[in-house]
């Protein structure tokens, strides 16, 4: 079932003009797109292989967005929104699993039990639990700092290199390395726990 | 940090990075240098990278998961919540998504399932969530999507099942069936109609917007349906468990449409007042397209500032640049072509009016209900007065078109304004009978005779540019030659027509022909409606202010009092009808000279509309402002000043710096500093004030001509003659042409200009156009006007240097006489012609005369004006003069001091400075302290000589005497000795 791939060229050039309706409008598309073609991803897969979600975001786009009618700003876009609802739809799940764990029973997210997955993957409940406090440092750091939180989110969920992000987001591509590197190593000290809070919490 | 420093922060741990590990200290504390906020922070960050505590960073490429664990995240659609059966997400939000679900008992429906984002603590909310589930349940309304459940997962996710409702967003809506202005507005009155139900059951939506107001269609007819009613309070009180607004001062809602209070108080303090916000936000949008005020994409702080502070435009004016957005914006809404001109035209006055005052910041100015808001819409609709048009809004659109007359000329929004101040009067004085027969032919005239041929002068306008103002004047001509006839039958229609015609040719200045219509209007009300109809009576009184314009005041006089004394019966003395003559009548007595009755009538009015409409109100400022002329007129310069600064002020903030009622206030104020002595400020004013308006108005408009006339009056002060003499000739001659040469501003120019030739010497020049000025002064206004008073003056003044003293005295004992009868002794006219009496006295050798006239003028300016006035001062020296003259040192020492003391304090460079140091020194001289005396005699002969340019012609006598003293001075050092007998014996 392929979706009517001009709808997705029309909501991305007028989300890239700033039309917020398109773009929710694009939100809900572009996940509806993911997920199909996350399970059908999945299932070709042996349920201990490891993906990484990034992975996801680029076949979706290549899949789903005819190349030659889009612009590189609606790709940009296309990335932003991808990237975005990646990082809802893992760190949803981390919290519902989360939840489960709680001995509340599970109704609609049933937890599949993944301890024996390779290590180096937030396999275990504590690197599920991991992804909520990064979610959470995120969120912090991007109150004071919006663009850097939008440089992990497309770098880390979107799996944009630091190139596309540079033009995705309009900025040079040192300003996204040097970005890249500021918020990584915040990020690190706002998990630490060492952190002082002074980068996160700002003035 | 301040973001500069953690712009630093960021700048030097990227470079360090790039360092070798044992040249990082070395390098850090170099750039540091010694500032060790930033150094500790970027060896925290150094620190943090080093350790590197999580794994999932390291790789730039993204996480990897097991696909056992994705495959669950990617799938919750296969679950269910309880009996609902997820289907299919169909939207998601900020706060959660949306999906569409089944529900399979105790009834299989089709539901929207609004999931909320997971990660809340379930144990309270779920309860919390009971009880609004409860409220929610008694809304029952067809315009309100139903709440059927609300509750929680067993993963804390709560989530409210809903009337699935299929339809798109109103706005949206609307712009795809392309409705027109008035079916939006019925629309969008069911809308408020399903907030007001909610209301009556203590029910707030808190986020109301487009995308929540769906319609769809039943039986070909659109309806609207609310949904997510109560649910944003709901989500807030479960998220603020958790304490997640408070802490991060987010906000829930959608900025565009949030109330400034909601936004303020983070949701807490809010009311069913909100919603009525949010709905003339929603009106907003469905009127002209877009938001009020665009807040996308703001910090909170930002939000909120620019809710409590930005000024919401109007609806018409987002239309005002007929660009291509604002062309498909009035396409939408079904106009004609040219499309943004009409609907522009459309909202203005009544639907800018009522959207302001649900967009109220002040929520107990708002309406007080969504049901309040629906009447004035209905009424709207009807044809009906509405609650929220202030109640002079015809006279206000008039006066726009006055106001903007000349910046339009230029530009086809003029055909625009022109329309739209004529329909909002007919509108507003049709309504007053509601007769619907005689609205519509009204409309119907205005549309194919007048509108169409504006269309016409629109389009063709960017062609045959130069002259927009003749063409719009044909379209009036023909339009009123096509009323001839047409209404046999229908004389009420055919007043209303002339009424509205001749409304629009007098907001031109084409007074004979507004003349004609209102007259014909007059007649026609009074026949079919009685003498003392309110709409006979505001005729009459529109026919007074033609008669006003016109210059002819007793005519005008007539008619506004008998309107006025029969309105004040009909409609009572606070009716806008009522005010608008009061004010017009008290226009009349001041251009009649009768400041006193004037100054009554106007402190009235002031005094009711400040309580009736407000301190700020555009017509209590148009009140203040002619209060403070009327003050000028009488010489209360305090009082004029001080007005004219708390107008200026007030229209500064609320209209802006460019603004035509902005710049008349600098018109004043500007007026005000000249008359007080505060040349430099004056001059600075005026000819900001003059190049703005020739650019925008064009040098024959009448404001242009007034500020240029009064920045030549202030070049005149300040001793500029030569540049006030050319700009008052040009003032002269463009009024001649285009008002005519006997009309009352003409023979003002006429008296500046005479003045101004006798500045700059041109006596006999001054002499030919004073008499002449004089001639029509006597018989077009009367011979005892300031006018005329100003042109004897004027006259005499020109006799004067010419040794013509007969006639000069003559003239000025007819001045005195008349003074005596129209104006106190004090009013600075009275003591400028007694002024120049002494002057004419001194120059004739009568220094008895001279000094007596003189005493009595300082006297008066020094109450009137204040001692450190400039004409105060003058006066000093005149009377110092006189005691010279006469021998009496001793009396004119003190004065001579005084002013010079004054002069070398204030203003060291001006030429009476000098002048004072040429009295003292010869009051030295006759002391016989004759080294003193040269030395001051010699420093201020030359110091006026070097300013000689900036001396008006009639004071070089100074000048004259300053050479003589001088000269005997010389002498009586050469022979020392038998001097005092000289020095008594002055003579001219």
């Not at chain 2, 251009?591 to 407000?614: F, I, K, N, W």
């Not at chain 2, 460079?909 to 003193?932: D, I, M, P, S, Y």
Request: proline letters at 5%; a neutral charge; one cysteine or more.
């Amino acid at each position: 079932m392929e979706p009517p791939t001009g709808e997705i060229t029309r909501l991305l050039a007028e989300a890239t003009r700033g039309n917020r309706e398109a773009e929710s409008q694009l939100m809900t598309l572009v996940y509806g797109h993911l997920r199909k073609l996350a399970a059908r991803q999945l299932r070709r897969e042996r349920p201990d292989h490891t993906l990484q979600t990034t992975d996801l975001v680029h076949e979706a786009y290549l899949r789903f967005v005819p190349q030659q009618e889009v612009a590189w700003q609606g790709r940009a876009h296309f990335y932003r929104v991808a990237s975005r609802l990646m990082r809802e739809i893992l760190v949803d799940y981390a919290r519902a699993r989360q939840t489960g764990k709680r001995g509340a029973e599970v109704e609609i997210l049933p937890v599949d039990e993944v301890g024996d997955a390779p290590p180096r993957t937030p396999s275990g409940a504590g690197e599920w639990d991991h992804l909520i406090d990064l979610d959470n440092a995120l969120k912090s750091l991007g109150r004071i700092e919006p663009r850097q939180e939008k440089v992990v989110e497309m770098r880390f969920f979107g799996g944009l290199t630091g190139d596309e992000t540079a033009e995705a987001l309009g900025v040079t591509p040192r300003t996204v390395r040097r970005d890249w590197r500021v918020a990584r190593a915040s990020l690190y000290a706002e998990l630490s726990g060492r952190s002082q809070r002074v980068s996160a919490m700002g003035d | 940090m301040t973001p500069e420093e953690r712009a630093r922060v960021a700048e030097l741990f990227d470079a360090v990075l790039d360092h070798p590990e044992a040249e990082r200290a070395e390098f850090l504390a170099a750039a540091c240098a010694g500032n060790e906020l930033i150094r500790a922070e970027v060896l925290r960050l150094l620190q943090a990278e080093q350790d590197r505590p999580h794994k999932f960073l390291n790789s730039s490429s993204g996480p990897a998961f097991p696909t056992a664990a994705l495959e669950a995240a990617f799938s919750p659609v296969d679950g269910s919540i309880g009996p609902y059966r997820l289907l299919q997400r169909i939207g998601s939000g900020g706060m959660g998504e949306v999906w569409l679900a089944d529900q399979t008992e105790p009834v299989h429906r089709r539901v929207a399932l609004k999931l909320i984002k997971a990660g809340m603590d379930t144990g309270d909310a779920v309860t919390r969530f009971q009880a609004e589930r409860q409220a929610l349940a008694l809304m029952d309304h067809p315009s309100i999507a139903k709440v059927f459940d609300a509750g929680s997962t067993s993963q804390g996710r709560l989530y409210f099942a809903m009337e699935y409702i299929t339809g798109v967003p109103i706005t949206k809506y609307c712009d795809l069936h392309k409705m027109t202005v008035p079916e939006r507005l019925e629309l969008f009155v069911q809308v408020c109609e399903g907030v007001q139900h909610a209301h009556q059951k203590a029910i707030i939506h808190r986020d109301l917007k487009p995308s929540n107001i769906l319609v769809s269609e039943v039986d070909g007819k659109p309806v609207p349906r609310i949904i997510d009613f109560g649910i944003a309070k709901a989500i807030s009180q479960a998220l603020d468990r958790e304490g997640e607004l408070t802490r991060t001062g987010a906000m829930l809602g959608t900025p565009s449409y949030m109330s400034p209070e909601q936004a303020g108080s983070g949701g807490a303090d809010v009311d069913t007042r909100t919603d009525v916000y949010s709905l003339g936000a929603v009106l907003y949008e469905l009127l002209v397209g877009v938001r009020p005020l665009e807040l996308h994409n703001l910090p909170p702080d930002e939000i909120r500032q620019r809710l409590e502070k930005m000024d919401t435009p109007k609806p018409s004016a987002r239309l005002r640049a007929p660009d291509e957005n604002s062309s498909k914006t009035a396409q939408d809404r079904g106009c004609d072509p040219p499309a943004s001109a009409t609907l522009s035209h459309q909202l203005r006055g009544d639907l800018d009016a009522i959207t302001l005052k649900a967009l109220e910041k002040d929520r107990s100015r708002r309406y007080g209900s969504p049901s309040d808001l629906a009447a004035d819409i209905q009424r709207y609709l009807r044809n009906e007065p509405v609650l929220a048009v202030a109640p002079s809004i015809a006279y206000r659109a008039r006066k726009f078109v006055r106001r903007y007359r000349g910046a339009l000329l230029t530009a086809f929004g003029f055909a625009v304004v022109l329309m739209v101040a004529a329909v909002v009067s007919v509108r507003q004085s049709i309504r007053a009978n509601r007769e619907a027969a005689t609205t519509r032919a009204v409309d119907d005239f205005l549309q194919h005779d007048l509108l169409s041929q504006a269309s016409l002068a629109t389009q063709a306008g960017s062609k045959a540019k130069p002259d927009p103002h003749l063409e719009v004047r044909t379209a009036l001509d023909r339009a009123a030659e096509r009323i001839e006839g047409k209404f046999a039958g229908q004389p009420e229609v055919e007043a209303s027509i002339r009424d509205t015609m001749g409304q629009t040719y007098l907001d031109l200045g084409l007074y004979p022909e507004a003349r004609k219509q209102l007259e014909q209007a007059l007649d026609l009300h009074r026949r079919t409606l009685g003498a003392k109809n309110p709409r006979t009576l505001e005729t009459m009184s529109l026919l007074g202010r033609v008669a006003e314009f016109q210059g002819k005041y007793p005519e005008a006089e007539g008619l506004l009092t008998q309107a006025l004394a029969a309105q004040r019966r009909v409609l009572g003395p606070e009716h806008p009808d009522t005010l608008s003559s009061t004010t017009t009548l008290a226009n009349v007595y001041s251009d009649e000279g009768r400041y006193p009755q004037a100054e009554v009538l106007l402190s009235e009015t002031l005094d009711v509309q400040r309580r009736m409409l407000g301190p700020e109100n555009a017509d209590t400022l148009h009140s203040m402002n002619n209060l403070a002329n009327v003050y000028y007129y009488e010489g209360k310069y305090a009082q004029t000043e001080a007005l004219y600064s708390q107008v200026l002020e007030i229209r500064r903030r609320k209209l802006g710096p460019d603004h035509p009622d902005t710049l008349a206030s600098m018109d004043n104020l500007a007026v005000a500093y000249w008359v007080g002595g505060e040349y430099a400020k004056a001059e600075a004013v005026g000819s900001q004030l003059v190049e703005i308006r020739r650019s925008m108005q064009g040098v024959e408009n009448p404001d242009t001509l007034r500020s240029m006339n009064n920045l030549a009056n202030v070049y005149d002060a300040e001793g500029k003659y030569p540049q006030a003499e050319a700009l008052y000739s040009r003032v002269l001659e463009i009024r001649r042409s285009v008002l005519s040469p006997e009309h009352p501003e003409t023979i003002r120019s006429m008296n500046n200009l005479a003045n101004a030739y006798n500045n700059v010497g041109k006596y006999s020049q001054a002499e030919a156009l004073a008499s002449q000025t004089l001639e029509i002064s006597r018989r077009v206004l009367g011979p005892e006007r300031l006018d005329t008073l100003a042109s004897m003056d004027n006259l005499a003044d020109s006799y004067g240097p010419q040794g013509k003293y007969t006639q000069a005295e003559a003239l000025f004992l007819q001045m005195q006489a008349i003074a005596g009868r129209v104006l106190s002794t004090e009013n600075p006219l009275t003591l400028s012609f007694l002024s120049d009496f002494a002057r004419m006295y001194q120059r004739q050798g009568k220094y008895a005369l001279a000094e007596s006239y003189a005493a009595q003028v300082l006297t008066g300016r020094r109450h009137a004006l204040g001692p450190g006035n400039p004409d105060t001062m003058a006066s000093e020296a005149d009377l110092a003069l006189a005691y010279v003259s006469q021998g009496n040192f001793a009396a004119a020492e003190p004065l001579a001091r005084q002013t010079l003391d004054f002069y070398q304090k204030n203003d060291p460079g001006n030429w009476q400075r000098f002048r004072a140091e040429t009295l003292l020194g010869a009051c030295r001289a006759g002391e016989k302290k004759h080294t003193e005396a040269e030395s001051l005699l010699r420093e201020g002969y030359e110091g006026m000589l070097a300013r000689k340019d900036r001396i008006a012609a009639p004071d070089r006598y100074y000048l004259d005497r300053a050479r003589d003293w001088l000269a005997r001075v010389n002498r009586s050092q050469n022979h020392s000795g038998n001097t005092s007998a000289e020095n008594r014996s002055e003579t001219p």
